[in-house]
């Protein structure tokens, strides 16, 4: 029988482009993620401030979006 690890070729990491991982470059992708995640979390928090609670349970379009009129209306009109 032949060694699985037999085919696979020793090297560097390489992202889905082609381009190869170095250190700086996976560092620069892990600050991107936080960045992102930080931004997610400030959104929530604008939303909880502004007191929005998304609903999932409308029985029809029409109700979804006079729910949606409805609190765009009261956060412009304080």
């Not at 696979?8 to 992708?29: Q, W």
């Not at 930080?38 to 609903?55: R, V």
């Amino acid at each position: 029988m032949s060694d699985p690890y037999e085919r696979v070729n020793g090297g560097r990491l390489a992202f889905k482009g082609g381009d190869l991982a170095t250190r700086k470059s996976i560092e620069k992708k892990k600050k991107k993620k936080k960045k992102n995640q930080k931004k997610n979390k400030e959104k929530l928090e604008g939303a909880k401030k502004f007191c929005y609670i998304p609903k999932s349970n409308f029985e029809s379009v029409a109700e979804a979006l006079e729910d949606r009129v409805k609190k765009k209306a009261d956060r412009y009109c304080k």
